[in-house]
Each structure stands twice: as C-alpha cells, then as structure tokens.
C-alpha cells in the first residue's frame, strides 16, 4: 500500500479510536483477536510463501498491466508497463497481513472461498494453504497478472485454486451462480466505493449466518472509507473489525451489533 496523505490521516484517526484486545468485551471478538489475529506462531506453509514473494520482488520481468480498478480513474480501463516486482511491492498481500489472511481461514475452516483480485496471487495462496480441502476462486482482470499468478500456484503446487479471468462485474454475478453457498471473501480489487458496495451485495446473495468477509485497504481513499463505514451499518451485518488495513465482517445473528476498531 502506497503512503497516501489520505491514508496517513485515517490512520492516525484510527489510532486515537483502536483499543487492545482488552477493551474488548465479546468472547467471540476477544478470542479472535487472541488467539487468531495475534498469533505469531510460525507454520510450515509460510516459507514456501516468503521465498516465493522475495523471488517475485527481484523478479524484472516487465509485463502489460490491464488495470480495471480505481487506477483507470474515469476511464474503464489502463494500460501500463510494470516489472513483476513492482507489482508485488506496491499491491500485493505482506507476509503480516497474509498470516492474519491464513489464520483466519484455518480457523473459520470455510470450504468455499472467492477472491476480488488475485494479482499474482500471494493472498490466494496464503488462504489456498491454509485449508487444501476447501476450494478457493480467484478473479484477476489483467490477463498478464493472472498468468504470474497461475505459474505461482504451481511452483507451490497449489492445486485448490479456480482462476477467472475478466472484470468483476461481468464475472462475479456467473460465478456466484456456480459455486453457490459462500463461507469466505477475500475482496481486494477496485477500490471504489460503488464497486466496494456493489461487490459486497452481489456477495451477500450467497453468504450465510457464517460466512466472513474481508476487505482490504478499507482506509486508502475516502471514497474506500465510506464504503467500509457504510458495510459496518449494513442490516445484514453484525460484528465488524478494523485492524486499518483490513476490515472482518461477520453476519453472525446470535452476537450482539458492535463495530470494533483494534490494534493488533
Ligand atoms: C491490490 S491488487 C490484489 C492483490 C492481491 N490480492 C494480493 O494481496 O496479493 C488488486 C487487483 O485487482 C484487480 N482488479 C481491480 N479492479 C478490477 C476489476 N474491476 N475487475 C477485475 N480485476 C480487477 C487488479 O488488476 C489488481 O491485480
């Protein structure tokens, strides 16, 4: 993530309203955060990642970025130039957030997971790894990315992954049709605030009392924030974490409505 002044106000905004775990009163969000967010326990899937993501950062190899995201701006798309390891530096998953990404799917143990935006596919693997039973569907615009992508999961022997190719708005709403009920999203791609919300209630249409959501880079424009503002009173919503960079929504009806900002 880019350091943006937007996104260095909100996060010192975000530090005079984060409390620790201790502010926290839920038994549901209290154990979450201890045991799931803060763990720092190495696991054997994490190396393979690392070496792999140290590999992609010297990689130099230009490729032609298709960019259907907010970095066409009025446009509905861009073209572009960008090493491979370019891109890993400036948009891709850090080995930080990836471990929260697995902990959160070995936890939750969701079978069906969907993506918004693989790029070349670091946070696919860090959920695919950690639960090869489930079945992980990834959606990448660029056709470039995508293909890094697939010859990462490869190299990884990761074989748990579906791959889409297209827009989101043009592949979501068939694939939601196919893999039907939804235990987990990933949403991490165009990062406006309508396809933020759309995204989202295109999603709901599968989710059930158990599914999770999580969003990525919820603070990096204001249009972003109001968007993940605007997610945490949806009716359908009933626990919400902001760990700044990313956003946990739950739907869980049994626990009580509270949105919780938290430093991890
Ligand atoms: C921040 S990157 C994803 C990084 C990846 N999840 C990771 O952490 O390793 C966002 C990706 O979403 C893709 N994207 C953005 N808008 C899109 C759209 N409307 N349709 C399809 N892909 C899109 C971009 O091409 C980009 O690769």
């Not at 158990?210 to 009716?235: C, L, P, Q, R, Y």
């Amino acid at each position: 993530m880019r350091l943006r002044t937007f996104t260095v106000l909100a996060y010192m905004r975000y530090l005079v309203k984060s409390g620790s775990r201790h502010s926290v009163h839920s038994p549901f969000v209290y154990t979450l955060v201890d045991q799931v967010l803060r763990n720092k326990d190495e696991h054997p899937s994490f190396a393979p990642i690392r070496n792999l993501r140290k590999k992609l950062l010297r990689k130099s190899q230009m490729i032609e970025i298709t960019d259907f995201g907010a970095g066409a701006r009025r446009n509905s798309y861009a073209f572009r130039i960008e090493s491979v390891g370019s891109i890993v530096r400036n948009s891709s998953i850090n080995e930080r957030y990836g471990r929260i990404l697995f902990r959160l799917v070995e936890y939750f143990k969701p079978l069906t997971l969907i993506e918004l935006g693989s790029s070349v596919g670091l946070s696919t693997l860090f959920m695919a790894m950690a639960s090869p039973s489930a079945r992980v569907f990834t959606i990448e615009g660029c056709t470039a990315k995508s293909a890094q992508a697939a010859s990462n999961f490869e190299s990884l022997k990761v074989s748990n992954i579906s791959q889409y190719i297209g827009r989101f708005d043009i592949v979501l709403p068939d694939l939601i049709g196919e893999v039907g009920k939804l235990d987990f999203a990933f949403i991490d791609g165009n990062h406006t605030y309508t396809a933020t919300l759309t995204n989202f209630e295109l999603l709901l249409k599968n989710a059930h009392n158990d599914t999770v959501f999580v969003f990525d880079d919820i603070h990096w424009s204001a249009g972003m924030e109001k968007a993940w503002n605007e997610i945490t009173e949806h009716e359908g919503v009933t626990v919400s974490i902001d760990l700044f960079r990313m956003g946990i929504v739950f739907l869980k009806k049994e626990l009580s409505r509270q949105h919780f900002v938290i430093r991890i």
